[in-house]
């Protein structure tokens, strides 16, 4: 069956641009998270939606981050003016309703020149 | 949710058992240790959960002490694609709550 997906799989930004990055949740799933995945580090939490509510974003490290899931399926993260601290990769993960095993997608890798 | 402590790095030949330990030593009655690894240029992957008894699926084994306070991930049969980060978890089973990875443990099967 199909996993989460996350598009693009790569994506380079000159510093200042914005970006997209495309989460597509296993069908089904109630639950969605965002991480950031810096080099070399374990993945931290940006943002969590259950259903279409955004029930917490304590993780956006600022302003410039956005996350949304309009329909309570697809989900993107949008990054305005981006820095080059924020090159890393972003990480989608679904749970079904029983919240006990998180699935993750491939992620996508940002970098930002 | 706990803190956990892991060994940044650890070999191990293949065909051999992998041997991954965790510390949570304040672990609460009512978290669960969980485990996820991630092979190179992957998410990360479900192994394995549990409370207070030991666990096995078809990945792996998990150990859980009697206190709690730590436990070990058992891979019986290490092979070169079990090369990858193991983190270990705690958290509540239910609540919606995100994972606190840490930095894992990186296991190097070596041929």
């Known amino acids: 069956g199909a996993g989460v997906s996350q598009s693009p799989r790569y994506k380079v930004a000159k510093r200042g641009q914005d970006v997209a990055l495309r989460c597509d949740p296993i069908?089904?799933?109630?639950?969605l998270f965002w991480y950031q995945q810096a080099l070399g580090q374990g993945p931290e939490f940006l943002t969590y939606?259950?259903?279409?509510?955004?029930?917490?974003k304590s993780g956006l490290p600022s302003d410039r981050f956005f996350a949304e899931r309009p329909e309570g399926s697809v989900s993107t993260l949008k990054i305005q003016r981006t820095q080059q601290e924020d090159s890393a990769v972003y990480l989608c993960?679904?749970?079904?309703?029983?919240?006990?095993?998180?699935?993750f997608g491939p992620g996508t890798r940002l970098t930002v020149l | 949710d706990a803190k956990t402590t892991q060994p940044p790095s650890m070999d191990c030949a293949e065909g051999r058992a992998a041997n991954l330990p965790c510390n949570h030593s304040?672990?609460?009655?009512?978290?669960?240790v969980y485990w996820y690894r991630q092979i190179h240029s992957q998410g990360p992957q479900y192994i394995i959960h549990?409370?207070?008894n030991n666990e096995t699926n078809e990945m792996a084994s998990l150990i859980i002490t009697e206190d709690r306070k730590s436990s070990t991930l058992i891979l019986p049969h290490a092979t070169l694609r079990d090369t990858a980060v193991y983190y270990c978890?705690?958290?509540?089973?239910?609540?919606?709550?995100?994972?606190?990875f840490g930095s894992g443990t990186k296991l190097n099967v070596k041929p």
């Open positions: 993960a679904s749970s079904s309703e029983d919240r006990i095993k998180q699935f």
């Open positions: 069908s089904g799933h109630v639950s």
């Open positions: 939606f259950q259903n279409e509510a955004q029930l917490d």
């Open positions: 304040t672990i609460s009655g009512n978290e669960y």
């Open positions: 549990g409370l207070k």
């Open positions: 978890i705690v958290r509540v089973l239910y609540n919606f709550n995100k994972f606190y």
